[in-house]
């Protein structure tokens, strides 16, 4: 069974102070890593896909990494409007669904 | 505008009482889920659908019904059998294999 574990549950930074947040996996044929925003109320807004261990994608602050066993999202020069929480999700073997992580709720202090 | 909408936003249930949240998606996606969201949990996948007329349970269809008669539409139904409702229901569609686009959710309190 596909299983998705991140880490911290929760994360306090000072505007400006960067950081990372993991997301470890096991997963049998690993098709897909997904990352994805949530705000307090709202569905989740996606961010990256990571297909395959080396690659990396970046979008204003955020940069995604994969590799084999986990992903991190380094969140560089934060600000408070990033605070949110991050999800993270893998689609694996062939019953194409998602397993969600827990989240990591990331509070960005001014 | 493409995208998915739940309805309605806020649902109440009194006890012994079925009701449906809705979903409707213009994105021609073929694969329609609904996942429930509980305060401090990650998102548990509750029934998914990969084409019309066909869905599959996902973790926790216990107390759940749905239907998908329609390409556009996969509402689910909360039955009097689901003892704990309360919780925070998401809709998604998506192109199969590929990411999955949300809802703004559906907020189910018992009354």
């Known amino acids: 069974e596909d299983q998705v574990t991140q880490s911290p549950e929760a994360l306090r930074l000072q505007e400006g102070e960067s950081s990372s947040l993991n997301c470890s996996y096991t997963?049998?044929?690993?098709?897909?890593l997904f990352w994805y925003r949530q705000d307090p109320g709202k569905g989740p807004e996606f961010l990256f896909t990571?297909?395959?261990a080396g690659e990396e994608k970046e979008k204003e602050r955020l940069k995604a990494t994969l590799t084999k066993k986990e992903s991190f999202l380094h969140i560089t020069a934060p600000k408070p409007e990033d605070s949110a929480t991050y999800l993270c999700?893998?689609?694996?073997?062939?019953?194409?669904?998602?397993?969600f992580g827990k989240g990591t709720l990331l509070t960005v202090n001014p | 505008d493409g995208g998915i909408t739940q309805s309605p936003k806020y649902l109440f249930r009194k006890e012994g009482q079925n009701v449906t949240l809705s979903c409707e998606q213009n994105l021609n996606h073929d694969a329609m889920y609904w996942y429930r969201q509980d305060p401090g949990q990650g998102l548990r996948l509750i029934y998914y659908s990969q084409i019309v007329n066909d869905f599959q349970k996902g973790d926790i269809a216990e107390g759940y019904s749905v239907s998908r008669e329609k390409k556009e539409s996969f509402p689910l139904t909360v039955t009097s059998a689901q003892k704990n409702p309360t919780a925070f229901y998401l809709c998604?569609?998506?192109?199969?294999?590929?990411?999955?686009?949300f809802g703004s959710g559906t907020q189910l309190s018992v009354l």
């Open positions: 998604a569609s998506s192109i199969v294999g590929e990411k999955l686009f």
């Open positions: 999700a893998v689609l694996g073997g062939s019953n194409y669904k998602l397993t």
């Open positions: 997963v049998s044929g690993l098709r897909g």
């Open positions: 990571l297909y395959s």
